[in-house]
């Protein structure tokens, strides 16, 4: 069984930080790839960061300079370090992951992940 959790969300004034955690469960190849993802109400949901096996990163643009995503696999456990949040940061974000690594592993994969968590939501106030 897989389960993906979600912690570290919370509400933080623009120019502030937040760490969100993922602690993961179940065999490590449903993990070849994690990502974040977050929607916020009325919109679609969009990719935040994703990471492979090898290690192999990508962000979304907007993202680029003030989030890092890193994992570690001795604690199961995936990270997203936020910096500079910004209003528009606000959303529910989401942990994901997949037993598809290599090529399939992307931003692109907003739905097509196979597991999630139930989310946590950072609000972010100007």
């Known amino acids: 069984q897989v389960q993906l959790v979600e912690s570290g969300g919370g509400s933080v004034q623009a120019g502030g930080s937040l760490r969100l955690s993922c602690a993961a469960s179940g065999a490590t190849y449903t993990r070849n790839c994690m990502g974040w993802f977050r929607q916020a109400p009325g919109k679609e949901r969009e990719g935040v960061a994703v990471?492979?096996?090898?290690?192999?990163?990508e962000y979304a643009g907007s993202m680029k300079g003030r989030f890092t995503i890193s994992q570690d696999n001795a604690k199961n456990t995936l990270y997203l370090q936020m910096n500079n949040l910004k209003p528009e940061d606000t959303a529910m974000y989401y942990c994901?992951?997949?037993?598809?690594?290599?090529?399939?592993?992307?931003?692109?994969?907003?739905?097509?992940?196979?597991?999630w968590g139930q989310g946590t939501q950072v609000t972010v106030s100007s």
């Open positions: 994901a992951s997949d037993l598809r690594g290599g090529d399939f592993c992307g931003l692109s994969r907003k739905y097509d992940m196979l597991y």
């Open positions: 990471i492979n096996t090898l290690g192999r990163t």
